[in-house]
Structure formats: structure tokens, C-alpha cells
């Protein structure tokens, strides 16, 4: 049995890594997206983006590139729950 994304966020908010940190900003940031005016979510996409370029650039700092795939894998899971949902 897989685990919910609540289940998941509430895990990594227990957790003091720089993945759990990531995972927490990638979920809260998915889920708020909807709501958040436009120069929000104009951040919100440029923190996307910032994120894909730092977890593929081998000059990036171990410790950001883990925060990084955080914020990708919470992006990733929430979405994967909307759209699991829908169906």
C-alpha cells in the first residue's frame, strides 16, 4: 500500500534534511498555485526552473541539489495525486 502525499508531507515535515525541506516547498507551492496571484506564480515557476537546472548542473552544491530533487519530488507527487484523483 502506497502512502498519501499528506501522509508523505507530514513524514518530511518531521524530518530536518535538505530533501524533506524541498518536499514540503514543492507540495505547499503546487498546491497554493491555483490561488497565487500572477507575479506568484510567475516565482513559482522560475523556483521550477531553477530547480530542474540545479539538479542537472554538476557544479551545484550537494547540499541544494538535495533540496532540489525535494522540490521536484513534492511538484511531482502532488500532481500525480490531482491527477489520480480526477479519474
Not at 18 to 46: C, H, L, Q, V, W
Not at 57 to 71: F, I, S, V
Request: include cysteine; aromatic fraction near 8%.
Amino acid at each position: 500500500m502506497s502512502r498519501t502525499v499528506d501522509e508523505k508531507l507530514r513524514y518530511n515535515e518531521q524530518q530536518n534534511t535538505m530533501f524533506s525541506t524541498g518536499y514540503t516547498i514543492g507540495i505547499k507551492n503546487y498546491r497554493n498555485y491555483p490561488k497565487s496571484s500572477d507575479e506568484s506564480k510567475r516565482n513559482i515557476d522560475a523556483i521550477i526552473r531553477t530547480a530542474k537546472a540545479g539538479v542537472k548542473d554538476p557544479a551545484t552544491d550537494k547540499d541544494m541539489r538535495q533540496l532540489y530533487k525535494g522540490m521536484l519530488c513534492g511538484f511531482r507527487d502532488a500532481a500525480n495525486e490531482r491527477k489520480n484523483g480526477k479519474k
